[in-house]
């Protein structure tokens, strides 16, 4: 997939994403749709070590931002199908979830490689020491204002797809579902920038770098992907009446 250009692969992902999303929900129900929030969760501050180019911006992105951005439409599936107990249950599972998986490779990262030779045949276990503690020794900065970003935008998301649902009688689901998307997003994007590269940096980033760089520069492709959700969450509409353990009533559109 390496020859295929990023956006292609980005189009790919969403459409693996929101595949996933559907078949968990559609055979697990509430429990698939946590397992995908916890798993996403995992996946996301991995992808985010590393970064793309693409055509149409002349700095490199990190990635992370698809999946990311396909909590939020979990959340949103949960509290309109479970209600707002069940998502804000989903994210505090998927923040314990980071955290345990976090300390467990902590814990594997405490035994020290081992002593070999440059021919020994065992060389590839002080590679993978080494793979792992680049995978999982955040700088802990980075680690806080993930985290701490995460759950006040989830949630945000959850609270603001709530107060929609009952202002406007459970109609307009595309209308709930994209502005608690996007105003989520925002914030999370502006949270995690503000603690990362201003509160908890050692060198803080002047106001105009924070800004366009890291706060607008990363939004538009969230901005995207919470458009892109709505369709999404009327193709869940569909599987919902299918399935007996929903715990509210399906409303007109």
């Not at 995908?36 to 992808?47: D, G």
């Not at 920038?193 to 509160?199: E, H, Q, R």
């Not at 509210?248 to 559109?253: A, I, R, W, Y």
């Amino acid at each position: 997939m390496n020859t295929y250009p990023p956006e292609g692969v980005g189009i790919i992902s969403f459409v693996f994403c929101a595949l996933s999303i559907l078949t968990l929900f559609r055979f697990f129900g509430e429990n698939g749709l946590i397992l995908y929030s916890v798993v996403a969760l995992l996946a996301a501050n991995l992808q985010v070590l590393k970064a793309g180019q693409y055509s149409f911006f002349d700095q490199p992105v990190v990635l992370g931002t698809l999946v990311f951005s396909s909590i939020f439409l979990v959340m949103d599936m949960l509290t309109e199908y479970y209600g707002p107990h069940a998502a804000r249950r989903a994210v505090w599972l998927s923040f314990s979830g980071c955290i345990l998986m976090t300390g467990l490779m902590t814990l594997t990262l405490g035994v020290r490689p081992l002593d070999l030779s440059p021919h020994s045949p065992y060389l590839s276990f002080n590679t993978a020491h080494q793979a792992i503690s680049v995978l999982f020794l955040p700088a802990p900065a980075i680690f806080a204002a993930s985290l701490l970003s995460y759950i006040i935008s989830q949630y945000t998301d959850i609270w603001i797809y709530q107060c929609i649902k009952t202002l406007t009688q459970a109609r307009a689901l595309w209308l709930r579902t994209t502005l608690s998307n996007i105003l989520a997003s925002l914030l999370d994007n502006i949270i995690f920038s503000t603690l990362a590269w201003v509160v908890f940096a050692p060198s803080p980033v002047d106001f105009n770098t924070l800004l366009y760089s890291y706060i607008l520069g990363t939004y538009c492709f969230r901005l995207l992907a919470s458009l892109a959700n709505a369709p999404v969450m009327y193709l869940s509409r569909s599987l919902a009446r299918t399935k007996k353990n929903i715990n509210v009533t399906l409303s007109t559109l």
